[in-house]
């Protein structure tokens, strides 16, 4: 079945350098592609999102790069912040409604 | 208040006993989602609603969960005889969006359920 998955249950990074966080998908006919942060005791936040003709989209501070050769999805934090420490969610759905998630990152930033 | 509403934030039950938890999505939000999240882990889909009507219940664990949205607005996620392993964040998430395969929702903070 499908499976979405981060390379790394967590991260450390100095406040103020760029965080890139690594997620692979297995499902190969996935066509839309989101980032959630979450907070500690709050619901996920949409952060952005990648359609499968894309591969790469920019937002405030953030990049999301996606390769569907290798299927592999990342987002990149640039000078990150306090603020920035959460989990970080990668979800995907097939031609379908259901998100899927992966198990998240756990984003810590050292001042 | 403008996002999604949800009550109980905490519930403690015993084993066995019925629960119910209720969601307020942003007003006009045609689709309806629950989600659990159990500890370390990503949310789980559980049921999906398209106005009134359950698009798609498959992400029920069992026949112990039900939900229902009669109005098309809130709904209540219902849980009977429940068990430990029951113990998790339910979380609830609404969005505008017509096409289902745009992802954006907007999620609650969550009913943080725990069964004695």
């Known amino acids: 079945g499908e499976s979405v998955g981060l390379h790394l249950p967590t991260l450390s990074v100095q406040e103020g350098d760029n965080s890139i966080i690594n997620c692979a998908y297995s499902?190969?006919?996935?066509?839309?592609f989101i980032w959630y942060k979450q907070e500690s005791g709050k619901g996920p936040q949409f952060i952005i999102d990648i359609r499968s003709n894309m591969d790469k989209r920019q937002g405030q501070r953030v990049t999301v790069l996606l390769n569907k050769t290798v299927k592999h999805l990342s987002l990149q934090i640039a000078a990150t912040q306090p603020g920035d420490s959460a989990v970080y969610f990668c979800?995907?759905?097939?031609?379908?409604?259901?998100?899927?998630f992966g198990a998240g990152t756990t984003v810590t930033v050292r001042a | 208040g403008a996002g999604v509403s949800q009550t109980p934030s905490n519930k403690v039950t015993e084993k066995g006993k019925y629960v119910e938890l209720r969601c307020d999505p942003i007003s006009g939000h045609t689709a309806l989602y629950w989600y659990r999240q159990s500890l370390g882990q990503g949310p789980e889909f559980l049921i999906y609603?398209?106005?009134?009507?359950?698009?798609?219940d498959s992400g029920l664990p069992n026949d112990r969960f039900f939900a229902v949205r009669p109005e098309g607005s809130v709904s209540t996620l219902k849980i009977q005889r429940t068990e430990r392993g029951d113990s998790a964040v339910y979380l609830c998430?609404?969005?505008?969006?017509?096409?289902?395969?745009?992802?954006?929702?907007?999620f609650g903070e969550g009913s943080r359920l725990t069964v004695l």
């Open positions: 499902n190969s006919a996935s066509d839309y």
């Open positions: 979800a995907e759905t097939p031609p379908s409604y259901k998100l899927s």
């Open positions: 609603f398209q106005g009134t009507g359950a698009a798609d």
């Open positions: 998430a609404s969005s505008p969006w017509g096409d289902p395969n745009t992802g954006e929702l907007f």
